[in-house]
């Protein structure tokens, strides 16, 4: 049945944000900014209590979220039904499958109706599991919460979390005393929010994050003292250089790793050592990469070293980890990228992709022998992981397809034997059978070949009238997994081709394949989407003005640039937390993510070619006076990554400039960051939104 709703040229007139010239030169390039005062000049302070917002700021930004609503008037009652749709396809009170470590097996699971996560735990043979944490309880009277790091003390009598309540990702972490349920005095503010405990359970090590939101600082915090007098470990004086906690599957030591997007140093921590010092493992050097993990008298290094642009693994002494005592104990090969891998007493496990298909290889470390688990689908998603303990035979894998729902299976690496523990329930529903995944490849106006893969209804017609949906992201080395998202099927039932393009800026085809979309080579992500479109309609999947494209953060960067390029390919365009400013804000080195954003971009204020490259596809910079498709802006006003203000300047400026298409819509969440809304279920209403735009966008709704 169709259904008829107000189409978008019904819509009052759209806002207009007033225009005040702000101009400076670069470079000898005249740059002329007219919304350049949407950003708050106490953007710090708005963080952390979005109330002190500049009035004028926040009469616009309240004027966009009222067109938003007006132009999905009359929608209200479809995007309930969408939500309740998405919802019945969800096991609302579903639950990880338990992890071991000593005593317990650790689990989170939701209750029915619940928001967000309880943190839990059961004997490890079985029994009565106790609720360590519940995410429900602690959300109540907030308008936001995000629940950080949930990490047990080794001695299992206390677990260190953290909360964000404003979604500006500031976290603070409290340490709850599992015995009583109550927590300790000890309140450690202005994190990333994660812990990593000392062995002993008398403290822990957090990293503290500076006046600009940048994690900088590893500081030690014992129990029952102030923080006032936690020690700094470790200070990065690099403002491109961020930090993160990790450690050693053996538990040996805590890694404090400072790194940015092509460049990475590790120091080691004696974890039993309440007083230890870090130790360098090797000098950062300029595009080296490297990761470490521990066994017996060495370490094992994860490294991109002598040429090994795909990554090799390498193992050095612990006494001696510098790279002159490297040696190769995975070789390099070429075309198969090594994403990760994890060292257990008795086994070296690693995940690997060769053309944007992965597989996970166990080596034995005793004889060298190798098996691959592996699939047969053309797409699909894999990952592993190792679970608490080091001394262990057992890993579990995770696979899903976009036609197939995930499966949680525990390798038996002795014997080979694999066991279900858990596959994902659709309690509305779902025959895999009634779908077709495949994979397809656009060329490149290049000619190099882009991945797409895509899920359909069996038997639609491929006469190019199915609407499609296509998403991509490309940036930062990250890679689109294939795998299983009940949300789409709102949109694959009624008709859509949902497809992923595979483009480059990730490492879906290796290392490669990252830097060919990066830096100057950037523009190579842009003309791969617009390709893998064309693609889709050469193919008989979709057709021009069919098509409505998806994106988010450097993906909606990737949709500005999109809608500049090649506007008639769009029907419609969904950009989330778009980067769209990126000229000024890589100008900007307060913002807290601009010093380590210059190694993926470039720094145009330092730099004249990496100045020119940025201007030449800045979406802000390059809107034109042409027809654009419609489209949908979403961001969080609390976001410390994609600031508000850069979707704010780019659809003003869209509806000062376009001549014609739209509309532009702007939806801001005032109480919301860089995620948007944490609960599950109010993430649901904003992906009914996006579907109901895109439905908007092909002509209608069908139920």
Not at 260 to 266: G, L, M, P, V
Not at 275 to 282: C, H, I, Q, T
Not at 652 to 671: D, H, Q, S
Request: charge should be negative.
């Amino acid at each position: 049945m169709n259904l008829e709703r107000p189409p978008f040229h019904l819509l009052p007139a759209a806002p207009t944000t007033p225009a005040k010239p702000h101009v400076f030169d670069i470079h000898g390039v005249r740059i002329q900014d007219d919304y350049a005062w949407l950003k708050a000049e106490n953007w710090r302070e708005v963080l952390k209590d979005p109330t002190v917002l500049d009035s004028e700021i926040r009469t616009c930004l309240e004027e966009e979220n009222a067109y938003a609503k007006a132009a999905f008037s009359g929608t209200e009652e479809f995007q309930a039904r969408l939500v309740a749709e998405m919802r019945g396809r969800i096991k609302e009170d579903d639950s990880t499958v338990p992890e071991p470590d000593g005593p317990f097996a650790y689990f989170t699971r939701y209750r029915e109706g619940g928001q967000h996560p309880l943190v839990c735990r059961q004997p490890r043979d079985g029994g009565p599991e106790t609720i360590m944490l519940d995410g429900d309880k602690e959300a109540e009277g907030q308008p936001f919460f995000d629940l950080g790091g949930a990490d047990h003390s080794p001695d299992h009598r206390l677990i260190a979390w953290g909360a964000d309540i404003k979604g500006s990702e500031y976290f603070t972490i409290r340490v709850r005393n599992l015995e009583n349920g109550t927590d300790l005095p000890d309140e450690v503010r202005q994190t990333s929010g994660g812990a990593v405990w000392l062995n002993d359970s008398s403290g822990f090590y957090y990293v503290e994050l500076d006046e600009n939101h940048r994690p900088v600082r590893v500081k030690r915090h014992l129990l029952g003292s102030s923080t006032d007098r936690d020690q700094v470990i470790y200070e990065e004086q690099d403002p491109g250089f961020f930090v993160k906690l990790g450690v050693t599957q053996s538990d040996a030591f805590v890694l404090i790793e400072a790194s940015d997007h092509e460049t990475s140093e590790i120091w080691l921590l004696d974890r039993a050592d309440a007083s230890a010092s870090p130790r360098l493992v090797e000098p950062r050097t300029p595009q080296l990469k490297y990761d470490v993990e521990h066994h017996g008298d060495s370490l094992i290094i994860l490294t991109n070293a002598d040429g090994s642009e795909d990554f090799k693994i390498v193992t050095a002494p612990v006494a001696t980890p510098g790279r002159t005592h490297w040696k190769d104990l995975v070789p390099y090969r070429p075309g198969t990228m090594i994403l990760s891998m994890v060292a257990l007493a008795r086994y070296l496990v690693r995940l690997e992709r060769e053309n944007a298909n992965p597989r996970v290889v166990l080596r034995d470390f005793a004889t060298g022998r190798e098996e691959a688990v592996a699939f047969n689908e053309e797409a699909y998603s894999l990952g592993f992981s190792a679970g608490y303990e080091f001394d262990t035979d057992v890993i579990r894998y995770h696979y899903s397809s976009m036609t197939t729902p995930s499966e949680v299976m525990d390798y038996d690496l002795r014997t080979g034997e694999r066991v279900l523990r858990k596959r994902q329930e659709v309690p509305s529903g779902h025959n895999p059978a009634d779908y077709v995944t495949r994979r397809l490849f656009a060329t490149a106006p290049d000619g190099e070949q882009v991945p797409i893969s895509l899920v359909h209804r069996r038997g639609i017609a491929l006469d190019g009238s199915a609407p499609c949906l296509l998403y991509g992201y490309g940036s930062y080395g990250m890679s689109m997994p294939a795998s299983f998202r009940t949300g789409v099927l709102s949109l694959v039932d009624r008709g859509f081709v949902y497809a992923i393009a595979h483009i480059r800026g990730g490492t879906e085809k290796g290392w490669r394949w990252y830097m060919d979309g990066k830096r100057e080579k950037k523009p190579n992500t842009f003309t791969d989407f617009i390709a893998c479109g064309e693609a889709l309609i050469d193919a008989g999947y979709t057709s021009r003005g069919r098509i409505v494209a998806h994106g988010g953060s450097a993906g909606g960067m990737l949709m500005g640039a999109a809608a500049n390029l090649a506007p008639d390919l769009f029907a419609g365009i969904i950009a989330e937390v778009p980067f769209v400013d990126v000229l000024n804000t890589m100008l900007d080195s307060e913002l807290p993510l601009t010093p380590p954003e210059w190694p993926e971009w470039g720094n145009p204020g330092a730099d004249e070619a990496a100045f020119r490259s940025i201007l030449s596809y800045s979406p802000y910079d390059n809107v034109k006076p042409q027809s654009y498709p419609a489209i949908l802006s979403l961001a969080g006003l609390t976001d410390p990554r994609v600031t508000y203000w850069e979707p704010a300047k780019w659809v003003a400026r869209l509806r000062a400039t376009m001549t014609g298409g739209g509309p532009i819509l702007f939806k801001l969440n005032m109480e919301a960051g860089h995620a948007g809304a944490a609960g599950r279920f109010d993430r649901l209403e904003e992906v009914a939104l996006a579907y109901t735009f895109a439905l908007k966008c092909i002509g209608g709704f069908q139920s």
